[in-house]
């Protein structure tokens, strides 16, 4: 493609695709596309504020699907009017799309070569940027990458390096597909030898990790009751919404004894 609105108008696409990737439809192999096709557009700038450019679409793209919640949370329940909960959830879109902004713009100006960028840099970078946008200010964790692989083979390093062990793991997978866009000249014979031993590292290895027995049961089993009543979300907080949730729950709580009620 020419330079222009044609690269950022792809890096948006690919963030809304990029957030398809998640529960309901948990389609993990859109996620690491989505984020190849990033990570390769990024070689086809020279400057950070471009990368960042780059990083900034995309995250439009990824927020304004998935965090799509929000303005139905303050318009249709909060009454909002319509104008004023679009800007705000704009805005916050718009916050959110900061962070893989910065991610773009850091891989570049660490890592001017496009080989050690899509290979290390750009991975390490985006895992950090999720990371802070999941502390800073209380954090807002919400479509962290690495929630899109809970089904999928690096799923088995959740429980040994977290979510964002598996963003970091996912990024490097990206990178390594991404790598194949370079020309032969830029990647040369070690390219190839880094994708695959990326992708046989990280799919074999979770998939291995997935047989591993993480847990023991200690005693007898207990019985459990979890208790959840369905409150329609715009009678929840007035007066005949909490008297209803108070006469709903405690009757779900009553039957045979248990071990263990859990209310909300």
């Known amino acids: 493609m020419r330079p222009g609105l044609a690269w950022p108008v792809a890096a948006f696409l690919a ?38 450019s780059l990083g900034f679409a995309f995250g439009l793209g990824w927020f304004g699907v998935g965090v799509s919640w929000v303005y139905i949370s303050m318009h249709v329940y909060g009454l909002m009017p319509a104008v004023l909960a679009g800007a705000a959830t704009a805005a916050f879109c718009s916050y959110l799309a900061l962070y893989p902004a910065f991610a773009l713009a850091a891989a570049h100006r660490i890592a001017p070569d496009a080989r050690n960028r899509l290979a290390l840099a750009l991975p390490a970078t985006w895992m950090m940027s999720e990371w802070v946008r999941g502390t800073l200010l209380t954090g807002f ?61 990280a799919l074999g290895g979770g998939l291995l990790l997935r047989t591993a027995s993480w847990t023991q049961p200690l005693g007898p089993p207990i019985s459990v009751r979890l208790v959840q009543a369905s409150i329609p979300q715009d009678t929840k907080f007035g007066p005949e919404g909490l008297a209803r949730a108070f006469d709903t729950h405690w009757a779900l709580m009553q039957g045979v004894r248990v071990d263990l009620v859990a209310l909300p």
């Not at 919400?142 to 929630?147: R, T």
């Not at 692989?149 to 429980?159: C, E, K, R, V």
């Not at 997978?173 to 046989?200: D, E, H, K, N, T």
Request: net charge positive.
């Open 141 to 201: 964790p919400w479509l962290a990458s690495g929630y899109a692989h809970t089904d999928s083979p690096l799923a088995g390093f959740a429980p040994v390096i977290g979510v964002y062990g598996v963003t970091l793991s996912a990024a490097l997978v990206a990178g390594a597909l991404a790598l194949l866009a370079l020309p032969f000249a830029q990647r040369g014979w070690r390219g190839y030898v880094w994708v695959a031993s990326v992708i046989g590292i």
């Open 15 to 52: 963030g809304a695709l990029h957030a398809f990737a998640f529960a309901p439809r948990d389609l993990a192999w859109l996620q690491l596309l989505a984020l190849a096709a990033l990570f390769a557009l990024t070689t086809r700038v020279s400057a950070a504020r471009s990368a960042a």
